[in-house]
């Protein structure tokens, strides 16, 4: 009888290995001029929406169909390599139990013959583990969204903002809205040595009707950054709060 227990137990094991399954948050090309990256990104379906600090932010109808903060992609250019989020990845963040490994084969196939093949990143997460990603106990999840604005005409206070780098209706009516950090805030990433991940911005909010939703950048951070450690994060333990800070001007 315990043989057969352990030899169950080592299947269990066995069986979760083999159904794990390590997701990156980037996939990363070879690096090329930023045109020539734009030209071809249109060239095979994207839209651009604006090109933010050799940041390209790209979408398409298969990407808005999501309603959420996967509707745009951000792609960097940089001297050694072009980056770009992955839609599976923070597709099930975002989606969470909506989301269908493959949903997003089609953008991932245009990226393909846009920038040619690619990689995974470092960065990443076990399949299972995303829905549901924290940093650790007490940080905040997905859901635990910050209410930035609330009333009417919202749109009309971001039109020909110069903080707005970018708006995009999607097909739920909501409006998905790309913000520029101030330069002071957008230092975060020198100060972690991650400006090769530029592609974390523009930091994105939601307008649904009378009110503006935003990620938590406690919770947005260290999903786009999961390599990195809580020492590292102590770092710019200011950085969340002035993020939020930076976006809420915008709606004032």
Do not use: C
């Amino acid at each position: 009888m315990r043989k057969n227990i352990t030899t169950l137990l080592a299947m269990a094991i066995v069986t979760t290995s083999a159904m794990a399954e390590d997701v990156s948050a980037y996939l990363i090309s070879a690096s090329a001029p930023l045109s020539d990256v734009q030209s071809k990104l249109e060239s095979n379906g994207f839209d651009v929406l604006a090109t933010t600090r050799n940041v390209i932010t790209i979408t398409n109808p298969e990407l808005q169909a999501s309603n959420t903060y996967v509707a745009t992609l951000h792609v960097y250019v940089g001297g050694s390599d072009v980056r770009v989020q992955n839609p599976a990845y923070f597709g099930a963040a975002y989606l969470q139990d909506a989301y269908t490994k493959g949903q997003f084969k089609n953008t991932v196939a245009a990226l393909t013959k846009a920038l040619g093949s690619m990689t995974g990143s470092k960065e990443k997460l076990d399949s299972s583990d995303i829905a549901d990603y924290h940093f650790m106990m007490s940080m905040p999840y997905f859901q635990d969204a910050i209410t930035v604005a609330e009333g009417t005409n919202i749109d009309k206070k971001i039109a020909g903002n110069a903080d707005i780098a970018y708006s995009l209706s999607l097909p739920s009516g909501a409006l998905l809205v790309g913000h520029k950090l101030n330069a002071s805030t957008n230092g975060f990433l020198s100060t972690l040595g991650q400006t090769a991940n530029s592609q974390i911005l523009p930091y994105e909010a939601l307008v649904y009707s009378n009110k503006v939703l935003m990620m938590n950048p406690k919770y947005y951070l260290a999903l786009s950054l999961p390599q990195l450690t809580m020492g590292q994060f102590m770092k710019i333990s200011s950085i969340p709060a002035e993020i939020e800070t930076d976006i809420k001007k915008a709606y004032k």
